[in-house]
């Protein structure tokens, strides 16, 4: 039976599809000695695909270094040396940096890179901005409760800058959006994205790739876990916010789009976790790349056509 057949065309089963040559990078692409790579930030830099990929080294120590390809699929070049690395001069402890989230940010036409880093053994998120992957301008950490899984909207929002992060509050993981007239400081602080009773998602939720923007709203993609007997497992889902008043969540999956399931994303150091924190849209296809760590070992990357995508997610609800 067909997919149509089972009518199943916009279901979320069917909407990503790996590419047929997974992982596009290991360790082993690695200029320099490397445990692991993955969870890379994503952008179109001088029309070719630049991922800004988490290299874990043999410490346990990640830093974030830069692949480029053409295609964003096939023939990757790794820079030589690593693009960013934790700097104590900015509160970030020598335990690394990790998970980037890349926005071409319109505002100061610079891209900004919103990364996490730790300060006195807890994780909070740090942001720099780049024009280059090069050299980087740190802002260093944003806020103060430990906190992950940020980025930046790729500009301003009713004239302020609005970020997506996920801090823990009393233990609990939902995700949050705050606003900033200046990258500095920053408030008006409200729920964004709630974990939800008994679901894939019921233990924690966070931000993955930065919000693309549609004419029907902020197009996300999150991750949800749920803690089972043999470990975590980390899934996507789909939401859609409210154009000028982000806070308001208008669509959701209820059921997850994307899971681990293929050998690579069950065997490695963490087993069971796909973790997106990158897509690139490609405006005349409609092709969206979504690239992730995957088992906390490699970068894989899910393609689907962004049209059939946000049709499933306009027939959500709430
Ligand atoms: C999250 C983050 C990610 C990691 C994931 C699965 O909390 O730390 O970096 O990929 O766990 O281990």
């Known amino acids: 039976m067909t997919d149509a057949e089972k009518g ?5 089963d069917v909407l990503f599809q790996r590419y047929e040559k997974n992982p596009v990078l290991t360790a082993e692409n690695w200029p320099y000695r490397a445990h692991a790579v993955f969870n890379p930030g994503a952008a179109l830099v001088d029309g070719e695909t630049l991922l800004l990929v988490r290299v874990e080294d043999l410490r346990g120590f990640s830093h974030l270094a830069v692949a480029r390809s053409a295609d964003g699929k096939t023939k990757w070049r790794v820079d030589a040396e690593p693009a960013l690395v ?42 720099a901005t780049t024009a280059d992957f090069k050299t980087f301008t740190r802002y260093g950490r944003l806020l103060p409760p430990e906190d992950k ?15 997506i992060h996920r801090p823990i509050i009393r233990g609990e993981a939902h995700m949050w959006i705050s606003f900033s007239p200046d990258l500095e400081y920053w408030g008006d602080h409200r729920l964004l994205l709630t974990t939800r009773p008994a679901s894939w998602d019921l233990h924690r939720v966070g931000l993955g790739p930065p919000p693309l923007e549609t004419p029907e709203g902020w197009f996300v993609i999150y ?29 959701r999956s209820e059921d997850w789009v994307f899971g681990p399931h293929t050998y ?3 065997i490695g150091d963490v087993p069971g976790v796909v973790f997106p924190c990158g897509t690139v849209l490609d405006e005349e296809t409609r092709e969206l790349r979504v690239y992730y760590g995957a088992a906390d070992t490699v970068v894989a990357l899910a393609t689907a056509d962004f049209d059939d995508v946000l049709s499933y997610l306009l027939s959500c609800k709430v």
């Open 223 to 251: 991750h949800g876990v749920r803690r089972t007997a043999s470990g975590s497992l980390y899934r996507t889902g789909l939401a859609l916010l409210d154009l000028d008043e982000p806070w308001r969540v208008v669509r």
């Open 86 to 127: 934790a700097d104590p001069a900015y509160d970030e402890q020598h335990y690394g940096v990790e998970d980037p989230r890349v926005v071409w940010l319109e505002p100061l036409g610079e891209y900004a890179v919103a990364y996490t880093s730790f300060i006195r053994d807890e994780t909070v998120v740090s942001l």
């Open 264 to 266: 690579y994303e069950m």
């Open 149 to 163: 899984d940020a980025s930046l909207f790729p500009r301003k929002i009713n004239g302020r800058f609005a970020l």
């Open 8 to 12: 199943r065309e916009f279901t979320a």
